[in-house]
């Protein structure tokens, strides 16, 4: 078992790459100030225009779901299954990123999802480690 | 290409990785005929082998202090090593080199290219099966190819593989088997993996006027050769745009391509190659399949050698393997799975990180 002495933590999985904003989480990207492009992960040169100039975005929190798959057999450090998919959002970035639910039915390309955060594995110590996550809008949400 | 030659992939858990290459290596000069004495510069292809492998080789063949490159280019470490070797003999700075590409591989699934700490690798989204069995989900979706399809491609390279003496795997599977296995990424299941083997590959490369000093074999030339990476705002896809730089250094076009080599690391990865190499419309990769084209006995073979499904993928070996492959091919010496008459082979690898490299031989 774990040592329960220590008080396990919940951690994100990156520092900066998500954040809340007015008690929502967005997933924080890049826009370049000279071809206003959007990228993320967040990047500190535009690999289109290469300027250095560029600033923090707040993304949509919905996106179209363009493919998907379920991980059966998991790198390590990671338990299967677990779904993974392409999102893509309004500001023309996709995300690769994984599926709430790997079992959710009726997943359908174009159909809209949205942002959660979630648990993506516990790392050794028994930390819990959170990111980002998208599942299906729920019906007139 | 002077001279090819191989260590039969497999899992040799008892031997270095220099020991294989050498083999391949040996083979390779005996193919041709070059005493390592006239070998003025050697290019070692490997990815995940630690520092200075080719070093390694060489000092097994013999310390004669030529110039020795190590190559790393994900999976398309061998074929860009063929390139550059190619480059340096067609430009004249020397007349022999040998190409050696050699891998002994671990355990478990492919991981992709993400960098140590990068996002990829910390989601656990590193996972190479994942990423094409999103291009297969997208390919299903959008062209009605099917898992009898792919599983078809599993099928027809496993059945060529069992012809070739090199190959890891040979064994036959039906359609069935192929679907019925281990279920590894949706809709990508276990025998639509490439195996986890190691082995090595060779090839000699004279320039044109030394060659007939070695031997007096069919003469392969390299008539095209192109690398690319992925291009942000490309409206081409990465393999398509490879393929038409090759096409356009070689003057050639699908239509003149005897039989290729490509990177079917996962099935669908064939069925997409089929289309950007411009053997068919794009999203009729499974009619392909279907109408049995790319085998042996079609008009356009793929993969004859039993291609990454049945031989095997160790990754610095792969473009080199598929050199031998055209090379034999070619030079009418592929016996059991000869494809008719043939006069340009093409090679094709795809690599985590986003590069791919397409070579073309004429005889
Ligand atoms: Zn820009
Ligand atoms: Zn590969």
């Known amino acids: 078992m774990d040592d329960t002495s220590k008080p396990h933590k919940t951690l994100p999985i990156k520092e900066g790459i998500f954040k809340i904003k007015d008690g929502q989480y967005f997933l924080v990207g890049t826009r370049c100030k000279s071809c206003r492009r959007h990228l993320y992960p967040p990047v500190e040169i535009c690999p289109f225009c290469f300027v250095r100039d560029v600033e923090e975005a707040y993304l949509s929190r919905r996106g179209k779901l363009q493919a998907w798959t379920v991980v059966w057999v998991p790198p390590a450090g990671f338990e299967a299954p677990y779904g993974v998919a392409y999102v893509d959002l309004p500001e023309k970035v996709r995300v690769f990123a994984h599926l709430a639910d790997y079992k959710a039915d009726g997943l359908k390309p174009g159909m809209e999802m949205e942002l959660v955060i979630g648990k993506i594995k516990v790392d050794r110590e028994g930390n819990e480690i959170i990111g980002p996550k998208f599942r299906p809008v729920a019906n007139g949400g | ?363």
């Open chain 2, 1 to 363: 290409m002077a001279g090819v030659g191989m260590h039969k992939c497999g899992r040799y858990p008892e031997k270095t990785c220099s020991e294989l290459a050498v083999v391949a290596a040996v083979n390779a000069l005996d193919d041709a005929n070059v005493p390592w004495g006239d070998v003025q510069a050697a290019y070692a292809s490997h990815v995940a082998q630690g520092v200075s492998v080719g070093e390694a080789i060489c000092e097994k063949l013999g310390l004669t202090g030529i110039p020795i490159l190590n190559v790393e280019n994900a999976c398309a470490s061998g074929s860009t090593a063929v390139r550059e070797a190619f480059y340096a003999v067609g430009h004249g700075v020397y007349d022999v080199v040998l190409v050696i590409g050699v891998e002994k591989m671990g355990r478990g699934v492919l991981g992709g290219a993400g960098e140590e700490g990068g996002l990829e690798r910390l989601l656990g989204l590193n996972v190479m099966p994942a990423l094409y069995a999103l291009k297969a989900n997208e390919h299903m979706h959008k062209y009605g190819t099917t898992k009898e399809q792919m599983a078809k491609v599993s099928v027809k390279n496993h059945k060529n593989g069992c012809l070739n003496p090199y190959s890891h795997f040979q064994k036959e599977f039906t359609v069935e088997e192929v679907l019925a296995s281990r279920m590894i990424c949706d809709p990508i299941t276990l025998l639509q993996c490439c195996p986890t083997s190691d082995g090595a590959a060779a090839a000699v490369i004279c320039a044109e006027d030394v060659v007939r000093k070695y031997n007096y074999k069919t003469k392969v030339f390299i008539a095209g050769t192109a690398l690319q990476t992925e291009k942000y705002g490309s409206e081409q896809d990465l393999t398509s745009r490879t393929a038409q730089v090759a096409y356009e250094m070689a003057g050639l076009g699908p239509k003149d391509i005897s039989l290729a080599e490509v990177h079917d690391a996962f099935t669908i990865g064939e069925i997409l190659h089929y289309e950007s190499l411009g053997f068919c419309p794009r999203g009729e990769g499974g009619r392909l399949i279907d109408e049995g084209r790319t085998e042996i006995s079609g008009d356009i073979p793929v993969n004859p050698s039993g291609g990454l499904q049945s031989r095997g993928h160790p990754l610095g070996m792969t473009g080199v393997a598929q050199v031998c492959e055209v090379v034999w091919q070619l030079r009418g010496e592929a016996q059991g799975r000869q494809v008719k008459d043939p006069r340009v082979g093409l090679t094709h690898t795809q690599g985590a990180g986003g590069v791919c490299s397409v070579n073309i031989f004429v005889r």
